[in-house]
């Protein structure tokens, strides 16, 4: 671009240009190209050596001469000018253009929405014409649609009646005379058109019966003449067939021997002609060899039951059972294999298969595994008992499920193989509960049949003893044992088990299940009570012979050394019975928590899914155990009355009346218990030793209360016979305190109060005469029992007690 030089001038070339402003726009470049000719080079020699600016302002240069440090100026202010107008003049040029550009558009626009318009209107009557074009071509495919239908009818029609003409010529040949088959067309005689001809043949006799039954409800005597002449045709077809089918069967089987399996499955496709295939079927099912092999249902029984027959183990039976069905499933796989590839109804041909394994083999082998005895002789228990079937039952209907669910997975079509494996048990589950029942009945009676000849055994072992001796030695009457118990429960497991296996609805197997669990319950309280009557035996012989040994005051010195020897070994007895009682009472409790854990654990299940049968059961139990708990009751207060009678006899023999009226020797007070409260204290400490280990819960309580009670009413019996000393006042005192300390290890607040009372009723007998009114003052409580002890104070009389007792009551 020119540089003028001196002041602007007016016509000048154009110094801006439209190009400059298109693309990529830069005001720095445009601005550059602009002054970059009109300024100087400048350098600055010193920054430091500035000498200011001028009055008019100009920078002036280091020389100081006053020349300007952009001598360009004015040129550079022409330069501005001129470009801000030529700006403006661009401005307006660009302002005109897109005015210009505006109205052209305005005018194209409207062109556009115009062809726009035109288009549409267009474009609908284009979619009308093809609407049209549609609905005509639809027309027309509807019309060659019809046209197809008619011919495809029309051919079919032509086709039909050209098989019609054909099978009336073929039946004209079947209705010639009866039993004539020698002049029939070659079709019926050609070995290569068998299947033509079966299926032209069943097509004919299906005709032929149709129209033979139609005819044969009309009355008409021509429809009768037409049916007459029909029927021979019907005849001889039938005879046609039954000749092609015995052919066809004969080919079969001679396919079958050499295994031919493509010339099978041809015959078999053609023999599905006659009766959808079944007399084929069935005489390949019946062909089989273990259906008609004797070796082979005899090598069946040995291989269940071995050389031992019937009297083989369960475990030898199901194993020799789990072997055969094993070799039976494997043969019947092997014979699925042919089957899919011979026959086109391959699953009718697997469900008349299984369907006679079952039937024959299986029930062959359970026939004679499962001899149903009678429930009014059962089989000797010698011989294996009931329990022997049930067990052989159980084993063979499991295996056999077993068995039909391998059969399941090889495949048996639409059969039913359930209800037919169930319906080989039925004869067998029909009286099933009842059998369950009285074979338990059954091993309990064995059961206690061995027992008892085990205590006879041991009794004629030991020799001929007395009743006395009997009494002393308890072991000799038999002892309940938790063991036994345990086995009831086994043996009722294993029912229960069985009940499961064999009884498939929910409200059979409750019913069943409850039955089996009455037998335990029988079991186990006829058992517990009877054991626990044999222990009272014992408390019965005990006291009779307590009993027989009491004797009166006058008798001689030796008469009564004996009896005193004979009341020992009484006693001797007695403890034994106590002891043996009280180990039967533990044994009766574990056994009864044995029953309930067992019914908790494996009977409840099975009765919940029934309303009802749960609270049944469980009311049946709780009647069974208070049966027991009844006999227990009766043998515990025996037990109670063996102490008391020792206690009695004891204190009897050793308490002397000394004891609390000590002669006035003024010798020191003794302030030891007595003798015969120390032998009382130790026999009731050694006698319930066994009670307290055997004995629990409520049965303890109540067991010691009791017993606490009639101690305390025996020794206030036993008081009341002596007098009282002060100093003997006092040993009672001490003998009070003995024995409740003793009785405090019962546990029985009752008893405890009880005892601390009597020992503050017995400082009647140790306060002063003028004393007892504060006696009665300070513990009102003892009045009642004080006033029966207060006579037996020795100076009753002499310190006129009596009337003492009398005012103060008057008092009060």
């Given amino acids: 671009m020119p540089s003028p030089k001196g002041a ?59 020349t300007p440090m952009f001598p360009a100026v004015d040129e550079l202010l022409a330069l501005f000018k001129d470009s801000c107008k030529e700006l403006v003049d661009l401005r307006h ?38 609407a049209r074009l549609d609905s005509r071509i639809s027309s027309v495919g509807q019309t060659a649609a019809k046209i197809g239908d008619h011919l495809q009818s029309a051919d079919s029609q032509r086709e039909t009646a050209s098989q019609t003409i054909e099978l009336i010529k073929y039946l004209m040949e079947f209705n010639s005379s009866p039993g004539d088959l020698m002049e029939l067309s070659p079709l019926f005689s050609d070995d290569s058109r068998v299947a033509e001809a079966a299926s032209v043949a069943q097509k004919l006799r299906s005709f032929a019966e149709e129209d033979v039954g139609r005819h044969g409800v009309s009355s008409a005597v021509g429809a009768a003449n037409a049916s007459r002449g029909l029927e021979v045709a019907v005849a001889n077809l039938q005879d046609y067939c039954n000749e092609l089918e015995n052919r066809l069967l004969a080919r079969f089987d001679t396919a079958s021997q050499r295994r031919e399996l493509s010339t099978m499955a041809e015959c078999a496709k053609i023999l599905a002609q006659f009766n959808r295939g079944t007399s084929a079927m069935q005489h390949y099912v019946a062909s089989r060899p273990m259906f008609i092999d004797v070796e082979v249902m005899s090598s069946d029984i040995q291989v269940v039951l071995g050389d031992q027959g019937l009297q083989a183990s369960t475990s030898n039976i199901a194993r020799g059972l789990s072997t055969l069905y094993k070799e039976i499933a494997d043969t019947v796989r092997k014979e699925a294999a ?104 059954q091993l309990y009676q064995s059961k206690m049949e061995e027992l008892r000849a085990e205590a006879q055994q041991q009794s004629e072992s030991t020799g001929t003893i007395s009743r006395s001796k009997a009494a002393l030695n308890p072991s000799t009457h038999q002892q309940i044992s ?64 307590r009993d027989r040994f009491v004797i009166g005051t006058s008798v001689s010195r030796r008469v009564a050394a004996a ?66 708990e009844g006999a227990a009751h009766k043998g515990l207060l025996q037990c109670i009355d063996t102490v008391m009678a020792e206690v009695d006899r004891l204190l009897s023999s050793e308490q002397k009346a000394t004891d609390y009226r000590s002669p006035d020797d003024g010798a020191a007070p003794d302030h030891r218990p007595t003798n015969a409260c120390i032998r009382v204290v130790a026999y009731l400490s050694r006698v319930l030793e066994v009670a307290f280990s055997a004995l629990e819960g409520f049965n303890k309580q109540s067991f010691l209360t009791e017993l606490g009670n009639r101690l305390h009413r025996g020794l206030v019996n036993h008081w009341q016979k002596f007098t009282f000393s002060p100093s003997g006042g006092l040993r009672l005192k001490r003998d009070i305190t003995e024995y409740g300390e003793f009785v405090r290890s019962f546990s029985a607040p009752t008893i405890d109060e009880k005892f601390e009372l ?55």
């Fill in 93 to 130: 040029q660009i302002d005109a253009r897109l005015e210009n550009l505006k109205k052209e558009v305005t005018v194209q626009d409207g062109k556009h929405r115009k062809t726009l318009a035109d288009l549409e209107k267009g474009v609908d009557g284009l979619f009308d014409s093809f």
């Fill in 482 to 545: 938790v063991t036994i118990v345990t086995e009831f429960v086994r043996w009722n497991e294993e029912a229960i088990s069985r009940c499961t296996l064999l009884s498939s609805q929910p409200a059979t197997l409750a019913a069943n299940v409850r039955s089996v669990f009455t037998c335990l319950l029988d079991q186990v309280s006829q058992y517990l009570t009877e054991g626990l009557e044999r222990a009272r035996e014992s408390l019965n012989e005990a006291a009779a012979l």
């Fill in 758 to 812: 009597l020992g503050i009723v017995a400082n009647v007998f140790i306060v002063a005469p003028e004393s007892l009114a504060s006696l009665f003052e300070g513990t009102p409580s003892i009045r009642k029992d004080a006033q029966r002890f207060i006579q037996l104070r020795d100076d009753y009389k002499t310190a006129k007690i009596a009337s003492r007792l009398n005012n103060f009551m008057a008092e009060s």
């Fill in 338 to 441: 042919t089957i899919m590839a011979v026959f086109p109804s391959p699953n009718d041909v697997m469900s008349i298969l299984v369907q006679r394994v079952l039937e024959q083999r299986v029930t062959l082998i359970l026939d004679k595994l499962l001899v149903k005895p009678s429930l009014v002789n059962l089989p000797p228990i010698e011989e294996g008992g009931l329990i022997l079937y049930l067990r052989i039952l159980s084993v063979a209907y499991d295996k056999t499920e077993e068995l039909a669910k391998e059969l399941r997975s090889v495949g048996c079509g639409d059969l039913d193989l359930e209800g037919l494996t169930e319906s080989l048990f039925l004869v067998h589950k029909d009286e099933y509960a009842e059998h369950e029942q009285a074979s338990l009945k």
């Fill in 563 to 628: 009896a005193a020897s004979a009341a020992e070994a009484a006693a001797a007895a007695g403890e034994t019975s106590f002891r043996s009682f009280m180990i039967a009472v533990q044994r009766c409790a574990s056994s009864v928590a044995i029953l309930q854990q067992y019914f908790s654990n494996t009977i409840s299940r099975h009765l919940f899914p029934v309303d009802g049968a749960h609270a049944a059961s469980c009311e049946e139990m709780a009647t069974s155990v208070s049966s027991i």
């Fill in 8 to 66: 602007a001038a007016t016509a000048l070339p154009l110094i801006l240009d439209l190009e400059d402003f298109k693309g990529d726009f830069s005001f720095d470049a445009l601005f550059g190209s602009l002054v970059n000719d009109l300024l100087p080079d400048f350098q600055e020699d010193d920054p430091d050596s500035a000498d200011g600016a001028v009055g008019n302002g100009n920078l002036r240069g280091p020389a100081g001469a006053g």
